[in-house]
């Protein structure tokens, strides 16, 4: 996780939302119904139920680092090792 965040914080924000073609940054609107509601929950819990954008940061595999950016900062609200909080949909053929 350490090498990752230090890669991530060599980048501008842009570079991050750029990166691995738009997969490496990515934000979501905390109303979006694909957040699963503990997360949504543990934002009101922290008091930051204001907060219209949750961002997330992909690490390998299934991980990945949830939190918020306030200017250039990334503030970590949580990690999720098997993509919980907002799960991918998956295609069915």
Known sequence: MLSKMSEVEKMTVQEMRNASGGK???????????????????????????????????????????????????????WDPNHEVYPSKLKHT
Do not use: N, P
């Open 24 to 78: 490496l940054y990515k934000e979501y609107a905390t109303e979006d119904t694909g957040i699963i509601r503990e997360a949504r929950d543990r934002l009101t819990s922290l008091g930051l139920s204001d907060m219209t954008k949750i961002g997330r940061i992909r690490f390998a595999g299934t991980q990945r680092l949830y939190g918020f950016l306030e200017g250039t900062v990334f503030h970590v609200l949580w």
